[in-house]
């Protein structure tokens, strides 16, 4: 069956460190790979996306690889501050365009230690 | 949260009552999702939609039903309300048409059944 499996106990990195977050999954040949952040209480928040083409993705200071033969994807905070600290989601797409929907994984929990 | 509004944010009812949710945009976005987010679990889509009357199933559809009678709303149908359906409701929206994948999510309701 198909599985994501991304670090389920919490990361915790010092202010400044980069946070390296990890996104491995099984039985998939997804066309895209997201990565989402949610904060207590709220809806997950788009952060980036990576296209199976694609080796690598930034913006500001995140980062996103993808090795589709591997199968796993690393989220990458540079300069990580306070602020960062949230939970992170990986999620796949079911078919090209994720129009069906997206699976997610649980979200690994990251704290940024000042 | 990109123009997504969900309704009731809270709710407590009792086992064996119907219960509705409702989903409400603002962006005019082709395709719209209800997921569950449960502890150890993660987010698991129900049902998604894409395009007025065109709905369908997704992981955990079994005692949920959907309608979207017009673009911009999408109804999560609880028939009868059973205890393994307290959770958190995230409804997204995606805007395929435009080349983006990305899901937008609304700030959840948190529906507990006793």
């Known amino acids: 069956s198909q599985k994501i499996e991304q670090n389920s106990e919490a990361l915790n990195i010092q202010e400044g460190k980069t946070a390296t977050l990890t996104c491995n999954y099984t039985n998939y040949s997804p066309a895209y790979l997201q990565w989402y952040r949610q904060d207590p209480g709220r809806g997950p928040v788009f952060l980036l996306l990576i296209r199976e083409n694609e080796k690598e993705k930034r913006k500001e200071r995140l980062k996103v690889t993808f090795d589709t033969t591997l199968k796993q994807s690393l989220f990458h905070i540079t300069a990580s501050q306070p602020a960062d600290s949230a939970t992170y989601l990986c999620?796949?797409?079911?078919?090209?365009?994720?129009?069906?929907?997206?699976?997610f994984g649980k979200g690994t929990h990251l704290i940024i230690q000042p | 949260d990109a123009g997504i509004t969900q309704s009731p944010r809270h709710k407590v009812t009792e086992t064996g009552t119907p219960v509705t949710l409702r989903c409400h945009q603002t962006?005019?976005?082709?395709?719209m999702y209800w997921y569950r987010q449960d502890p150890g679990h993660g987010l698991r889509l129900i049902h998604y939609s894409y395009g007025v009357k065109d709905t369908d199933k997704g992981e955990v559809s079994d005692g949920y039903s959907v309608s979207r009678s017009k673009t911009e709303d999408f109804l999560l149908t609880l028939e009868s309300a059973t205890s393994s359906q307290t959770s958190v409701y995230f409804c997204?929206?995606?805007?395929?048409?435009?080349?983006?994948?990305?899901?937008?999510f609304g700030p959840g309701t948190r529906l507990t059944v006793t």
């Open positions: 997204a929206i995606s805007a395929k048409d435009r080349a983006s994948y990305e899901q937008y």
């Open positions: 999620a796949l797409d079911h078919s090209g365009g994720g129009a069906d929907g997206l699976t």
């Open positions: 962006e005019n976005h082709r395709y």
